[in-house]
């Protein structure tokens, strides 16, 4: 099993080093970004007569930063099937607003300080401020599209797709908090949560684009299931990315300040001794006052020793592969493309760890 895993590891980091991502989303960004910007400025400012305190939190949230990948994804999905980018815009700004609404939820709900290196809106505003302004920007994500330059049935198609997949990015959130008291949560019921949570904005940015660029019933599906898997992907190097590199954040380990059950936490509680496992349980449960870096440390040390990072960094491989399997692609090679772009530009802050893990060269904690 060592070996083959090793395959993997060595496989997957030759593919990132040998690739060069055809999608170009700094060009992308340059030349659409500002119109972005533009529509979600344009629906902030329109929906209160007289003016609205929500947006200047609005503005304070968006100027943090942010890779805005939600908002260039369809744009991306839009010129990988010969359709132009323009026409995609409103869809690109209702995802980017979505994606940001649950960005200022979920920093309320995880006690979240910073993000992005800066103070969250809920640090900054209050709690109750901040969930005022995460739900407007639900409402302000579906009337980006009440007026896009499309037929009737296309922009119905939009916003009823928009309302599920939130309703399905709630589920998973939900199910994340729910997992907090399983005791020996399964891998299965991690990924479930995942392909809600993370998975479901990557299927509304990808397979929404592609409906609306009329690809045929069979490649939207196909392009549901690939986005699922990429969801999957994204989340658990971000996973890996809170414990073993830069997220941003006041320290490393948020994830376990947090309590939360991540991808790492899940394999070690499968695969530990029992009196490892409790540990690792009162310190998940324990307040955040009463975890130091050394605990984050010792962390970091067991989750190595007892393979979860191996194990984490190997799913991001099979996820990857698993996404390309989807039938779209062999239909449209552009979205191969478009999709083996995505992963580089995701998996590139623990590229060193991948890279380490190829060699069998022990990365710095």
Partial sequence: MRRIKDIAFRGFSRTLKKRRSIMDFNALGQKYLDDINALMNG?????????????????????????????????????????????LLPWGAACEMLHNATLVHDDVQDGDRLRRGQPTVWAK??????????????????????????????????????????????DGQEREFLLKDVESPSMDAYFKMVEGKTGGLFMLTLAGAAEFCDAPAKAVADFETAAAHLGVLFQVQDDVLDL???????????????????VLVVHFLANAPQAERAWLRRLLNAPREQIGPDDI????????????????????????????????FDDYPALSMLLNAVVDRFVAPIRPLIDARATGVKSAE
């Fill in 43 to 87: 629906v902030v400012a329109a929906s209160v007569v007289g003016g609205t305190s929500l947006e200047a939190m609005y503005h304070y949230h968006m100027s943090t930063g942010g890779k805005r990948l939600r908002a260039l994804l369809p744009l991306a999905v839009a010129q990988a099937l010969s359709v132009p980018p323009e026409r």
């Fill in 297 to 328: 440390a010792k962390v970091a040390r067991a989750f190595r020793e007892r393979g979860s990072l191996d194990f984490a960094v190997s799913e991001i491989a099979r996820r990857h592969r698993l996404a390309l399997k989807s039938g779209v």
């Fill in 244 to 262: 073993y590199a830069d997220k941003g954040r006041l320290q490393r380990g948020a994830d376990i300040f947090e309590g939360k059950i991540s």
């Fill in 125 to 170: 505003y209050g709690t109750p401020r901040a969930i005022n302004l995460g739900d407007a920007m639900l409402y302000w994500a579906p009337l980006l599209l009440m007026s896009m330059d499309a037929a009737v049935e296309k922009r119905e198609a939009l916003i009823k797709r928009l309302l599920r997949q939130s309703l399905l990015i709630m």
